[in-house]
């Protein structure tokens, strides 16, 4: 009897000891949180979400605020990222052709790479040139618009929100440059590619800075040139569904390229089921390396879109986004609002929580080393001058807009514990690089104690 109730007792022991060590572990990260992120002079004004979270145990070590919601900029590139991983395959659909003995008619996929001046092997290309036929491209699977959802209309001319499209041609950006020579009116400005499109000198007597201001709604270019020798700029242009490929293409693949109507487009796909040609482009993983290493909206938004016309034939972010949210994220702690693939968009909120869940899938699915691939370190990419005495310990995903900065991602401790981490800041009014340096302190602490 004294023995029974003996192992009562121990049998007790074990869960009252592990409820204090987890409420003792639970009162140190908050108070390293008070004391480097909530407490921080930056972030006086702000709204904070923190989530941390250790899957070996499959337990939180911490949660602030981590089923709020949260504007998270580009934290929103992350369920894109896992779509993409999911269903991209191992190298992207560069378009799906139909050949006859006089044409080819292409249907595109949304492949950003297409003449791309990050992929000098273009194997759609290769493949169109090899061609003595006429080419025809259809464009009735996009069922999109060119700007996304909720992004601000005033950043129209800045290469970060360069337009999307069913196929894109250069990153859907003209690239401008001024090449100033030592003898007076030797200044030379050209594109790449050459362009047609109407161009204007905007003339002035005290110039500063090459500039090219492309007016809102059409592609027409004004050039301001600048004092500089050498200056070039990027600016997106009008893509008009697959007009701007009509446009682009000839010149680059020696022959006519002209639309396929959709009723045709339509006909010839379904007559000919079963026997539509892929040609492939890149490897997958060479898009989504630079599309979380430097926060590449264009690749981001392209790659949701690609993912949309894998899974349901159509690019259509509001039908791709509803599908994952009903499958694949169905799991998400909280049901998030989501619009676009990059984080433009301010209508986007998710919470940290969510944020560990689609991390927690990517480690699950698809493995520690490939994501150690894809989302930049300490000292690379957006991490870049943070965390570099965690480099190779740290792979996360930042967040930028006004007002917002996030970070996502996971983080090995000196202990060897895997985490998976959150942090969401809304509505600061500090610089984001103050925010970033309190943020970072929080994180060091969890690798340096843990």
């Known amino acids: 009897m004294i023995i029974t109730i003996a192992r009562r007792k121990y049998g007790l022991l074990l869960p009252v000891l592990f409820l204090l060590a987890s409420c003792s572990l639970e009162k140190k990260i908050g108070r390293s949180a008070n004391e480097n992120v909530l407490g921080d002079p930056a972030l006086k004004t702000a709204h904070v979400g923190i989530s941390v979270f250790e899957p070996a145990s499959n337990k939180y070590w911490f949660n602030y605020q981590g089923d709020h919601y949260f504007v998270p900029a580009s934290n929103t590139k992350l369920p894109t990222c896992y779509a993409a991983m999911k269903y991209l395959g191992d190298s992207l659909v560069a ?73 894109p041609v250069y990153g859907n950006v003209i ?144 039908k791709i986004i509803d599908t994952l949210l009903k499958t694949d994220l169905s799991d998400l702690p909280q049901k998030p609002r989501w619009v676009d693939g990059s984080g433009l968009s301010r209508y986007n909120l998710f919470t940290p929580q969510d944020f560990v869940t689609i991390l927690g899938k990517m480690k699950n699915e698809f493995g520690m080393d490939r994501i150690k691939k894809i989302l930049p370190t300490g000292g690379t990419g957006t991490l870049s001058s943070l965390y570099k005495n965690e480099s190779g310990f740290i792979f996360a995903k930042t967040g930028t807009l006004s007002g917002v900065v996030a970070l996502s991602g996971f983080l090995y401790t000196k202990k060897n514990k895997l985490l998976i981490f959150s942090v969401l800041v809304n509505n600061h009014q500090a610089s984001a690089t103050a925010v970033r340096k309190a943020v970072e302190k929080f994180i060091t602490g969890l690798r340096e104690s843990y």
């Open 95 to 167: 378009a799906r052709v139909i050949e006859s003995d006089a044409e080819v008619f292409l249907y595109p996929a949304a492949d950003p790479s297409l003449l791309h001046p990050d992929y000098p092997d273009q194997p759609l290309i290769r493949f169109l040139q090899s061609q003595k036929k006429k080419i025809f491209i259809a464009g009735n699977d996009w069922k999109e618009d060119g700007l996304g959802s909720g992004w601000s209309w005033n950043d129209y001319n800045d290469d970060y929100m360069a337009e999307r499209s069913p196929m």
């Open 175 to 318: 690239h401008w440059v001024q090449e100033r020579g030592d003898v007076p009116d030797s200044t030379v400005v050209y594109s790449v590619p050459d362009v047609a499109w109407d161009v204007d000198f905007n003339v002035t007597e005290h110039p500063r800075s090459f500039s090219v201001l492309r007016s809102l709604g059409t592609n027409h270019f004004v050039i301001t040139q600048g004092k500089e020798k050498f200056k070039t700029t990027d600016v997106p242009f009008i893509t008009a569904g697959i007009n701007s490929a009509l446009e682009l293409l000839p010149d680059t693949v020696g022959g006519a390229v002209t639309a396929l109507s959709d009723k045709k487009a339509a006909e010839m796909r379904n007559a000919n089921k079963g026997h539509l040609r892929v040609i492939h482009s890149q490897p997958t993983d060479s898009l989504l390396s630079p599309m979380m290493h430097r926060s590449d909206n264009f690749f981001a938004e392209q790659s949701l879109l690609m993912v949309s016309h894998e899974r349901l034939g159509v690019m259509n972010d509001d």
